[in-house]
């Protein structure tokens, strides 16, 4: 729905929170969020 691949999207976020991210930066780890980055370092 959000144009991601759901493997990779859940990889990055297990990642992400299992090294430490924040909780005040929740927005960040949503798939929207997730498409822009990855779109954005392609």
Known sequence: MN???PYAYLR???ISLANGHLAKD???LM???YAQRISTSE
Do not use: I, T, Y
Request: hydrophobic share 60%.
């Open 3 to 5: 144009g991601v691949e």
């Open 31 to 33: 798939p929207w969020a």
């Open 26 to 28: 929740l927005d960040a």
């Open 12 to 14: 990055d976020l297990f």
